[in-house]
């Protein structure tokens, strides 16, 4: 083990990964729990692994200390895929070969702050994609000593960084939006990932740099758009770190573009070059999509057999807007990219998932039922009893991991009828149709649980984390302006899922979708 990124490994969708490279370390993910001595239980999705005795002796050896057996590799490799534990790198032992790649449009001051804080770390490329006052971005870029490519017209940051890709002749490539501020050391801690052949990309926690006093501002302190939450993960669609947005990532510049910039007319079937979209020669961004070309390009690397990892230990300070008008339109455009990348990628972005037990408790609350509540959450019960004695795991504590599922759920619900149906839910806190008076007033309740439960939940923990969670001098934020703000956020943010919706005529991202297993029936067996 060098201590420099790893060679790219065939890693077709088909393809078995590699052990974990020796002096690799794993940590178990905080929600995984030791049946006994040869189950493992966690995971995403949840899931049971079972060890032979030659398992146990590698976890043994994880436990311990770093990968020196391919047994432990293997087993290492299992655990990181699975989400039943987290790979720890060992430090770099050379400089990390990398080119930092910057698409910039009309943001002199702000790239030229981002350029003050890689303090000339890296080779820098900025890429003007088409500003309309390009002596500005020419004297920063000139200012700081970095090549500057200028692209007549604006063709968005994916077709920005294709083009700047075409110069980049590094083994890495880390993507950094003029608007961020890197910390020092974090791109280092991101290439260190990539030492794993496995692993194509790395992505930090991004955090928002705090911006002022005005309302607008501290919420977004508060509550960055782009914050995956503390908690690091493998990079899958449908766990908990579905994607990861380009605003700072470090890459494999293999797995983006081959030498010189173009493909060959066959490329081999196990490159994942082969399932960029169209034309492969026009690089790995997809140059039609304006927004959530960042979250496409991830979602292909995943298909094609990579592994993206987020790491929430290094945080990339960004600059969100500082006034309503600027977030919301913000969020309203990020929400246009829902309906695309449903086209693109089928199935891989429901608004909301269901299960069908919690949502049966969850509707039966909602419509003032207490019958039809209580019926689903002892389905729910019975049903995971069922699962877990067919996994050969215990019951215990089945009934308070099925109240906090339908809890889940409930909040899961109220979100998603905010985003995608406030007039609806508005009106059902106002006119609760007909009933008794006890009735009318226990779905005005519920309706209004429903609307005011998720910022609130949001709020609760934002506060329980404290001031390390985030950037540094965050500004408090007192419930009622976070919840207001929480609202209208996902107000916009729906707003613009449908106008892509209705765009695209597709119902796909505004579909909830019901998903029938909680937990998966394969029990694996390593060793």
């Known amino acids: 083990m ?38 493992l239980f966690g995971g995403a999705p949840a899931r049971v692994l079972r060890l032979s005795a030659a398992g146990r002796a590698a976890l043994a050896e994880l436990q311990a200390g770093p990968v020196r057996s391919a047994a432990a590799g293997r087993l290492g ?11 720890r790198p060992p430090d770099l032992a050379t400089r990390p070969d990398m080119t930092v790649l910057i698409p910039v449009r009309d943001r002199a001051l702000l790239l030229n702050r981002c350029l003050t804080a890689l303090a000339g770390s890296y080779p820098v490329v900025v890429v003007d994609d088409g500003s309309a006052d390009p002596a500005a971005i020419a004297g920063v870029a000139a200012a700081h000593g970095v090549t500057l490519i200028r692209r007549p017209a604006s063709g968005g940051p994916g077709a920005a960084r294709n083009t700047g890709l075409a110069s980049v002749t590094t083994e890495l490539v880390a993507f950094v939006d003029s608007d961020c501020l890197p910390g020092p050391g974090g791109i280092e801690r ?46 899958v669609p449908g766990t908990r770190v579905a994607y990861v947005p380009t605003a700072a990532l470090v890459v494999r510049r293999a797995v ?40 496409d390009l991830v979602w292909r690397l995943n298909d094609a057999g990579w592994r993206i990892r987020y790491d929430p230990a290094v945080q990339v300070a ?33 608004p909301l998932v269901l299960y069908p037990w919690p ?11 207490p019958g039809v509540a209580a019926l689903g959450f002892a389905g729910s019960v019975l049903a995971m009893r069922r699962a877990l004695h067919r996994a050969g795991l215990p019951a215990r504590g089945t009934i308070p991991a099925m109240w906090d599922a339908s809890r889940q759920t409930w909040l899961g619900t109220g979100r998603y009828a905010c985003q995608f149906g406030m007039p609806v839910l508005a009106a059902a806190i106002v006119a609760p149709g007909r009933g008794g008076r006890a009735r009318r007033w226990a779905r005005r309740a519920a309706a209004a649980s429903l609307l005011l439960g998720p910022p609130l939940t949001a709020w609760s923990a934002h506060r329980r984390a404290g001031p390390g969670a985030g950037p540094p001098e965050t500004p408090a934020l007192g419930p009622v302006r976070y919840v207001l703000g929480r609202l209208a956020d996902d107000v916009a943010y729906g707003a613009g899922v449908w106008a892509g919706a209705l765009r695209a005529r597709s119902a796909a991202p505004v579909r909830p979708v019901i998903a029938w297993h909680p937990l998966r029936g394969d029990v694996a067996r390593q060793g």
Do not use: I
């Open 190 to 235: 991101l290439a260190a990932h990539l030492a794993d052949p496995a692993v194509a990309a790395a992505a930090p926690r991004m955090v928002a740099v705090p911006g002022g006093g005005s309302w607008a501002a501290r919420y977004t302190t508060a509550s960055c758009g782009l914050d995956l939450g503390a908690t690091e993960a493998r990079v």
């Open 2 to 39: 060098s201590g420099a990124p790893g060679r790219a490994a065939p890693a077709g969708p088909g393809a078995a990964a590699p052990p974990l490279p020796a002096g690799f370390g794993v940590v178990m993910d905080p929600g995984t729990k030791q049946l006994d001595q040869e189950t």
């Open 77 to 87: 490799r299992k655990l990181t895929d699975a989400g039943l534990a987290h790979p």
């Open 359 to 369: 949502a049966l408790t969850v509707a039966g609350l909602a419509g003032a039922l």
């Open 318 to 350: 960004h600059h969100e807007p500082g006034t309503w008008p600027a977030l919301l339109a913000r969020r309203f455009r990020y929400g246009t990219s829902a309906a695309p990348l449903a086209a693109r990628h089928p199935g891989q972005v429901p």
């Open 256 to 295: 983006l573009c081959w030498p010189g910039g173009t493909a060959p007319r066959n490329p081999p079937a196990f490159h994942p070059v082969a399932a960029t979209p169209r034309n492969p020669a026009d690089g790995p961004f997809d140059p039609a999509l304006r927004f959530g070309e960042d979250v």
